[in-house]
Structures are given as structure tokens and as C-alpha cells.
């Protein structure tokens, strides 16, 4: 067997289409009619057959008709009889009332299978048309090969045209190779080969792989299993054409493809057909199955059986990672007991932190227990939850700087407590972070608002948390004005007593020298001497804000 290497010799070698070919595309693509005329001279009825092309007579007087004559004689325009000559049931159309058939016209899509040896196969694709127009009842498809595959075991090379539609009809295009194994058409949602009207491509001779390399190549099972894997991975949307070229063509080039699907882990075999071969997990040119998962036999048949879906496989892995002799169904009895998302923090934890996996499990089912209470049963949410608040701990603690070298500290003996107390502490934090940004803004509103009369003063917030809890203290809902403070959106200032400070007492909101609103505790009104010394402080902040020069400010007091 030779293989071609370039492009050249690939294309000058490729098969043609034979009339056999011909006749299969014209029968097995397109709608199959029995164009009809009645001649009541002759007492009879003029067939033509679109499917087989033979026409043939049926005559009114006959003495002996069976069912089928009956349809075939009696039936009307857009009724259905079989071919006598081809055994096709058609629709009968008739050849006065079709007009000029334009109505009729079909593109289709074929995948011819053309083996020249049992090594060596090509996959002639393209579009085929059949045009009745002008009456031409007895018309033969025309077609234009789009893309060549050829398959040999190990090697695999994909050329593809592509359509100029600046006009309705085809204008040839150059062939160029692809990156990589791609589907020979744009996909529609269409099966393969399901309806008459709805079909996405044809195979044409596709019993001809029987006798190549790639007889045992399980085309039905991967559509099975392409199906369900859609479904796990692609939400709402409908499965559309199964892409059985591209199959075809990573079957011939791996031979684990078929394998792999007939021991149930077509998954891996979906993901790779849709662009994700997964390579830091899968070596798809090793020998066998176990050794592209780079597994031992016995791992490999505990996660043949195991495996449900890429959640567990990809926590499999993590946990591999660490772990090098973990099986796969103790990851399986992991992700059952704390649901796929806390599973899969639990492993990135352990392997970012090096951890123990038992004693890290140990802790966690502990604390389930403990947070559950006496003689009852922790289910999976709280398995869950407990999970989730052990992880968010762990990140709360890390941004705290907290000694994570420590036992205690890393699987802490309360943890609800723990992970509040931390979760509190990065909120301290983080409102430090968010005033640094916001300190730019706060010198500015601190030199044009702050100011005291010597019984009142108005202070900044220091951030968002201190507009928050200026809300929480006086009951009202300036904490939703706390972000957009913080940006500049508007500005709210606090109003307290010049001896007191730290006292929350009135609220003010204010956009440039205008007062939008001011509350007091619980969205009380201003009393009539607050109201005075807001009136004296806004029209000091109209004239400018003017300062005493030697006096660092009126407010430092
Ligand atoms: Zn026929």
C-alpha cells in the first residue's frame, strides 16, 4: 500500500464518481416522484420514475390489478403508489399540474465511500442538485465534490472548498487543508439520515467499508453516544447532525476510537470529535486503552466501570495528581456524598495545599455530624455545605495571612465560627482595600464638606461599611448609597455632634452645593437647630469653602 503525502498526489489519485455512484445519489438524496399523464385516447397512464428513471404505461382496461395498479391508475397529483420497476414508494406528481417543476428543485449533501484498497479509503463529499425545470422529468442530479478525506490507518489528511453564494448557484472554489479534522459541511440541525425533508448528508456506498481497515468503525454506537453526550454537555440546545465524517476520520486515525466506544467511554470520543481531545489527560496514540489514560489494567478497569461523566473524571485526576494510587471509585463515593462542586474544591484544596485526602475527609464528615447534631444522619447538602464553608475558609484565611502550617488552623475544630469570624475579618479588609482607592476622593470631599460650628460637625465616611452601618445604626436606607458613593455617583456625609463624633445622628445626601436629602434615626426630620447649622454649613460650602489660613481646619477640633 502507498501513502500519498501531499496534496497533489492525494487529489490525482482520488477515485471519480461511477454511474453507480450516479444512481445511488439520485436515489438515495432525493424525494423519488411518479411524474404521470393520463391518455384517455389509449386508455391508459404515461409513468416516468424519478428514483429508477424508467418510464412505463399503465393501462385503464387491464383485467387483473392489484392494489398497487389500483393506486398507480387512481391515485391523484401529490398522492402516494410504488414503482413497479423499482419497488419506491413515490409521490405521484401530475405532469400538467407541475408546472415547471421549480417547486421540486433539491440540494442535497452526500458522502461518497470510496475505498481503493483495504488500507486506503477517500470520502468524496459534496452537493448534488436535481432540477426539473422545463419539464425535464427525467433529469439526473448534478453534483460538485467539496471535500476529500483520505483515510489510511494512522493517517488522515482533509481538503475542503468552500462555495462562492454571491449568486444563487455554485462557483468552484480552490481546495486548501484545513488545521484540523473538520465536518465536510456547515452543520444544520438535521440528523444525518433521518426525514425526507430534513436530512443533513447521505452516505453513499457506506457498505463498501466492510472491506477495509475500518469494517469494525461503530457508527451506530458513537451516534448513541454523541446523542447522550450532547445532552449532558450542551443544555437546552437540540443535538443536530451527528458528525460521523469527522468519526470516520479519527477512527481511522486512533485506533482506540473504536474501542473506546464500544467499552462505553464514547465521551472521550465526543469531546475529541467536537475539538477537545483533552490531551493533558488522554494520549490518543497510545497502543491501548489503558496506556493512553496512562492507567495500570487494574485502574483502568475500575475506571471503566466507575465512570459516569467528565465531573468525575476531572476530580479523578485532580485527586490522581496527589494521590498517585487513588481509586477510581473512591473519587466516585467523594463526588455522591458532596455533589460535583464541592467535590471538586475539595480535591483542588488538597492538591494546591498538599493536604492528607483521609484526614481531610475524616475532618469534613466530622464536622457534618457535629453541625447536624446528635442521632441525626448528615444528607448530601450538608455534606455540601460543610464542604463549602471548609474551602471558603480556606481562601478567607489565606487573604488573612492566617498559618496555614498549622493543624489547628487548617481544619479548625469550629468551623461555622471559624469561617464567620474569618468571612468578617476579609470584609474589614477588603473595605481597607476599597478605601485605599476611594482615598483620593474622600481628601477631596473631605476639604470642601468638612466642617463644624463647634456644637455640629460633618464628617466623610471612611468607606462603603461605614455608610452601611451608618444605615444599620439609624435604621434607614443610605446603605444602598454606599457604592455608588464610593464612585463618585453622589455624595452622602454624616452630621454628628462636635463632642461626640463617634455618635451616628444625622445622614445627609448632597450633589455639589445642593442637599438632597438628610435624615435622622429611622427617617426622623431634622430638628430646627440641626436644620440651622446645615443651612449655615451649606452656604459656607457655596461660598467655596473657605478656610482660616493658620488653623489647619475648622473641623480638627
Ligand atoms: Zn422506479
Not at 12 to 38: G, M, Q, V
Not at 73 to 82: M, R
Not at 436 to 447: A, F, N, T
Request: aromatic letters at 14%.
Amino acid at each position: 500500500m502507498r501513502v500519498y503525502k501531499t496534496m497533489d498526489a492525494i487529489m490525482r489519485h482520488a477515485p471519480e464518481l461511477t454511474p453507480d455512484d450516479e444512481a445511488k445519489i439520485n436515489k438515495d438524496c432525493f424525494l423519488p416522484y411518479l411524474f404521470f399523464r393520463d391518455d384517455r385516447k389509449a386508455q391508459c397512464r404515461e409513468f416516468v420514475c424519478t428514483s429508477c428513471g424508467e418510464v412505463f404505461l399503465e393501462e385503464f382496461t387491464k383485467k387483473i390489478m392489484t392494489q398497487g395498479d389500483y393506486d398507480r391508475i387512481l391515485n391523484k397529483h401529490n398522492d402516494f403508489a410504488v414503482c413497479p420497476k423499482c419497488g419506491r414508494k413515490a409521490q405521484l406528481k401530475e405532469m400538467y399540474r407541475a408546472k415547471d417543476c421549480k417547486s421540486l428543485t433539491e440540494w442535497r449533501r452526500f458522502v461518497a465511500v470510496k475505498p481503493v484498497g483495504a488500507n486506503t479509503v477517500y470520502l468524496l463529499c459534496g452537493y448534488a442538485v436535481k432540477n426539473y425545470t422545463g419539464r425535464n422529468y427525467n433529469t439526473k442530479p448534478k453534483y460538485d465534490i467539496s471535500a476529500v478525506y483520505y483515510l489510511t490507518p494512522g493517517y488522515v489528511r482533509v481538503f475542503r472548498k468552500d462555495y462562492d453564494y454571491t449568486y444563487l448557484g455554485m462557483r468552484d472554489g480552490q481546495f486548501y487543508e484545513p488545521k484540523s479534522i473538520v465536518e465536510p459541511f456547515t452543520r444544520t440541525y438535521a440528523y444525518n439520515i433521518s426525514y425526507w425533508d430534513k436530512r443533513g448528508y447521505s452516505f453513499i456506498g457506506f457498505d463498501r467499508l466492510q472491506s477495509t481497515f475500518l469494517k469494525y468503525a461503530p457508527m451506530d454506537l458513537f451516534d448513541k453516544a454523541y446523542e447522550q453526550w450532547w445532552y449532558s454537555t450542551h443544555y437546552r440546545n437540540s443535538c443536530g447532525e451527528f458528525p460521523d465524517v469527522k468519526f470516520l476520520a479519527y477512527s481511522a486515525l486512533y485506533s482506540n476510537v473504536e474501542r473506546l466506544i464500544k467499552l462505553g467511554l464514547g465521551d472521550f470520543v465526543c469531546s475529541l470529535t467536537e475539538g477537545r481531545p483533552m490531551k493533558r489527560y488522554i494520549n490518543w496514540n497510545a497502543p491501548t486503552v489503558q496506556s493512553m489514560f496512562r492507567m495500570r489494567k487494574d485502574e483502568f478497569r475500575n475506571f471503566q466501570k466507575a465512570y459516569y461523566g467528565f465531573a468525575d473524571f476531572e476530580i479523578y485526576q485532580i485527586l490522581r495528581s496527589v494521590k498517585s494510587d487513588i481509586q477510581y471509585g473512591t473519587v466516585k463515593a467523594i463526588c455522591e456524598r458532596y455533589h460535583y462542586e464541592a467535590a471538586k474544591r475539595i480535591a483542588k484544596v488538597i492538591k494546591a495545599r498538599k493536604l492528607n485526602l483521609t484526614r481531610t475527609l475524616h475532618y469534613l464528615e466530622k464536622k457534618a455530624k457535629e453541625e447536624k447534631g446528635p442521632r441525626k444522619r448528615p444528607e448530601q447538602k450538608d455534606y455540601e455545605t460543610t464542604a463549602i464553608w471548609w474551602t471558603d475558609y480556606l481562601d478567607f484565611a489565606e487573604s488573612l495571612k492566617y498559618d496555614l502550617s498549622r493543624g489547628d488552623v487548617l481544619y479548625p475544630k469550629r468551623l461555622k465560627e471559624a469561617h464567620d469570624n474569618a468571612s468578617d475579618a476579609v470584609t474589614v479588609q477588603k473595605d481597607k482595600l476599597a478605601f485605599e482607592k476611594y482615598r483620593e476622593r474622600y481628601e477631596k470631599l473631605k476639604k470642601k464638606y468638612e466642617w463644624s460650628d463647634g456644637t455640629y460637625k460633618i464628617l466623610i465616611p471612611k468607606g462603603i461599611n461605614d455608610i452601611v452601618e451608618e444605615g444599620k445604626v439609624l435604621s434607614h436606607c443610605v446603605g444602598g448609597y454606599a457604592e455608588r458613593h464610593v464612585n463618585g455617583k453622589t455624595t452622602i456625609l454624616f452630621m454628628r455632634l462636635a463632642k461626640e463624633p463617634e455618635k451616628r445622628l444625622v445622614t445627609i445626601e448632597v450633589k455639589g452645593d445642593t442637599i438632597c436629602q438628610n435624615y435622622g434615626y429611622k427617617d426622623r426630620r431634622v430638628t430646627e437647630k440641626e436644620k440651622e447649622f446645615i443651612e449655615k454649613w451649606i452656604a459656607w460650602v457655596r461660598a467655596g469653602s473657605r478656610r482660616p489660613k493658620k488653623k489647619k481646619t475648622a473641623s480638627a477640633a
